[in-house]
């Protein structure tokens, strides 16, 4: 029997799969849990035009990743934070305090789970923070964190 599947089935593929499984398995557990649909042809029709759906949504975002990666490739965002004596941080700067910062100084708005930050940042100084825009683009903000006394 070969069905559709409709979400992803551990040992039997991800959803939008076609595959061929037992007659039994089909009707008695895929089915009834709704994981598949039959694979007749207006099933795969159907299939087919969501992934050109899919892959026209997936360029344009890509191409909005590129566009906002251009954007940041020259971009530094200034964090204030409270520092005790010396350069050390109270706390430590966090992706989010980077995003709303973005949104804030350059008007980017870019979600705090692409920012990757590789190691916690303890202190003042420059630092430079990866972000993964989309699974083939990427760029670098310049963080630069500064004392909240030596900005006042």
Same mark, same amino acid.
């Not at 007659?23 to 035009?49: C, H, S």
């Not at 008007?107 to 590789?118: E, Q």
């Given at each position: 029997m070969r069905v559709i599947l409709t979400k992803d089935v551990?040992?039997?593929?991800?959803?939008?799969?076609?595959?061929?499984?037992?007659? @039994?398995? @089909?009707?008695?557990?895929?089915?009834?849990?709704?994981?598949?649909?039959?694979a007749d042809a207006g099933a795969l029709k159907a299939?087919? %035009?969501?992934?050109?759906?899919?892959?026209m949504k997936g360029e344009q975002l890509a191409a909005q990743a590129r566009e906002i990666a251009e954007r940041l490739?020259?971009?530094?965002?200034?964090?204030? @934070?409270?520092? @005790?004596?010396?350069?050390?941080?109270y706390g430590s700067v966090t992706s %989010?305090?980077?995003?709303?910062a973005l949104l804030k100084?350059?008007?980017?708005?870019?979600?705090?789970?692409?920012?990757?930050?590789?190691?916690?940042?303890?202190?003042i100084g420059t630092f430079d923070v990866p972000v993964k825009l989309h699974h083939d683009v990427s760029a670098v903000i310049h963080v630069e964190v500064v004392s909240e006394t030596a900005q006042s």
């Amino acid at each position: 029997m070969r069905v559709i599947l409709t979400k992803d089935v551990k040992d039997l593929g991800k959803a939008g799969d076609v595959v061929n499984v037992a007659e @039994g398995y @089909g009707r008695n557990y895929l089915l009834p849990r709704k994981l598949a649909v039959l694979a007749d042809a207006g099933a795969l029709k159907a299939l087919e %035009q969501k992934k050109r759906i899919l892959e026209m949504k997936g360029e344009q975002l890509a191409a909005q990743a590129r566009e906002i990666a251009e954007r940041l490739k020259d971009i530094t965002v200034v964090i204030t @934070g409270k520092a @005790g004596s010396g350069t050390k941080l109270y706390g430590s700067v966090t992706s %989010q305090e980077i995003a709303d910062a973005l949104l804030k100084q350059h008007s980017i708005k870019v979600d705090k789970r692409k920012i990757h930050i590789t190691e916690p940042i303890k202190s003042i100084g420059t630092f430079d923070v990866p972000v993964k825009l989309h699974h083939d683009v990427s760029a670098v903000i310049h963080v630069e964190v500064v004392s909240e006394t030596a900005q006042s």
